[in-house]
């Protein structure tokens, strides 16, 4: 889903777990919060549990793929950049050998 950084609230759904929540921003820098810059564009969401200016970060696009998908540990990874973890499987001589681990340990689980 391509959006621009004017476009605010709507509803994100993780393309691969179908997981939806509403959202009050995508992109890296939320209005919301001034001193903050995310590192990757993402859809973000006020935090319902803070009265302060606090965000949670619901998900982003796929790097290499660019699929919607959740910060779910069964649906993505970030590391420099957001990936799927069907990215992830078939790119994973790509990665570090800790983000292996951790990935395959996770499949093991």
């Known amino acids: 889903m391509e959006l621009n950084s004017e476009e ?6 993780c393309s691969l ?7 009050d921003y995508y ?6 919060l001034k001193s903050i810059v995310l590192l990757e ?11 302060e200016n606090r965000h949670l970060t619901v998900g982003g696009c796929c790097s290499v793929c ?3 998908v959740c910060v779910g ?4 990874v970030f590391y420099t950049r957001r990936f799927c973890v069907d990215c992830v499987t078939k790119n994973l001589e790509e990665f570090p ?4 681990q951790d990935f395959c340990k996770k499949d093991k689980g």
């Not at 777990?17 to 959202?23: E, L």
């Open 41 to 51: 564009e993402a859809y973000v969401m006020r935090d319902p549990f803070t009265p």
């Open 66 to 68: 660019n699929r919607t």
């Open 8 to 13: 605010k609230r709507g509803v994100f759904e």
């Open 97 to 100: 050998k800790e983000i292996c």
């Open 27 to 32: 992109g890296r820098k939320p209005g919301f």
């Open 73 to 76: 540990k069964d649906c993505s």
């Open 17 to 23: 777990c179908s997981f939806t929540c509403p959202y």
